[in-house]
């Protein structure tokens, strides 16, 4: 078995959790709209003109992989770092943490690769201001939560809309071992 190169792109992954969201609150599962995936994965092959004749969305990152890797490669990890406050043309994208540099060491080219295929769809802009990233992050400390036992039945799992803002996360024993946050959906 191997793993996948990238995750789903950025904004395919905050309406997912945005979906899965909305389900927990009404009770239920971890459910999402399959055709609305679709549709999403169909519209970002449009935006970077990508032909498929699956449809599948490795099919768009394999189309833009020289661009996704020049974004890649100019995102350093760096040591000890645990995760990634992303903007993309000024606009929040995400924040995404897990518990130790191992972890985030695994998933940083494949998150950031999601990402850079966002900036590929818009125009560069100017540096992000620090208090631009701080206010998300204050955003992010006040967020109130929620908490239920995990689906897989090892430790908590915490939801969390509130404040435009969107995530999901675990705690295993008080420790957060995993957290995603996103702009919430409109």
């Known amino acids: 078995m191997t793993s996948s190169t990238q995750v789903a792109f950025t904004s395919l992954r905050s309406t997912l959790h945005d979906m899965v969201s909305e389900s927990r609150v009404r009770g239920r599962s971890y459910e999402s709209d399959q055709s609305r995936v679709w549709r999403d994965v169909a519209t970002t092959m449009g935006d970077h003109d990508i032909r498929s004749n699956t449809g599948a969305m490795t099919d768009v990152f394999a189309g833009k992989r020289e661009s996704?890797?020049?974004?890649?490669?100019?995102?350093?990890?760096?040591?000890?770092?645990?995760?990634?406050?992303?903007?993309?043309?000024?606009?929040?994208?995400?924040?995404?943490?897990?518990?130790?540099?191992?972890?985030?060491?695994?998933?940083?080219?494949?998150?950031?690769?999601?990402?850079?295929?966002?900036?590929?769809?818009?125009?560069?802009?100017?540096?992000?201001?620090?208090?631009?990233?701080?206010?998300?992050?204050?955003?992010?400390?006040?967020?109130?939560t929620t908490s239920a036992a995990a689906p897989e039945g090892i430790g908590r799992e915490l939801r969390a809309r509130a404040l435009g803002l969107q995530g999901a996360g675990v705690l295993l024993d008080g420790e957060l071992v995993q957290l995603s946050v996103f702009p919430q959906a409109a």
């Open 68 to 144: 996704i890797d020049t974004v890649v490669d100019s995102v350093r990890l760096g040591e000890g770092q645990l995760g990634l406050l992303a903007f993309v043309g000024g606009r929040f994208l995400s924040l995404d943490l897990v518990s130790s540099p191992a972890a985030w060491a695994s998933l940083h080219p494949r998150i950031v690769s999601g990402h850079a295929l966002e900036a590929l769809r818009v125009a560069p802009t100017l540096p992000l201001a620090f208090s631009e990233a701080a206010a998300v992050l204050r955003r992010v400390a006040a967020l109130p």
